[in-house]
């Protein structure tokens, strides 16, 4: 993982926490990688941090620019497809959370 690079603030982060359904996991990896990609072209995008352990609990937060691009990114058709397929089959839980990042500083 690396950390990702992002603009003096303000930006907007999207949590995004699940539980991944360790029973069927067919296709998510080359989804996840596909989504990156896909979101990495979408306007108003800065970047991405991705971690899951494997008991199968992920963390992903992407950052964009302001809330029109989360919008935005969220009615894209591949993004809206895996979505569904993540609701229906590869996740147990998930929580998506939008925040305002006001503040940022790092070593």
Do not use: C
């Not at 982060?13 to 596909?34: H, R």
């Not at 941090?49 to 058709?77: H, M, P």
Request: proline share 3%; aromatic share 10%.
């Amino acid at each position: 993982m690396t950390i990702a690079t992002t603009p003096k603030p303000p930006y907007v982060a999207v949590i995004f926490t699940n539980i991944l359904n360790l029973d069927d996991t067919d296709g998510y990896a080359q989804t996840a990688d596909e989504m990156v990609a896909l979101a990495a072209k979408q306007d108003g995008y800065l970047g991405i941090e991705s971690v899951r352990d494997e008991a199968g609990i992920g963390i992903t937060v992407s950052y964009w620019r302001d809330e029109a691009a989360v919008l935005a990114w969220k009615q894209v058709g591949a993004h809206l497809a895996a979505q569904s397929a993540g609701q229906q089959r590869w996740y147990k839980a998930y929580s998506t959370r939008i925040a305002t990042v006001s503040r940022d500083y790092s070593m």
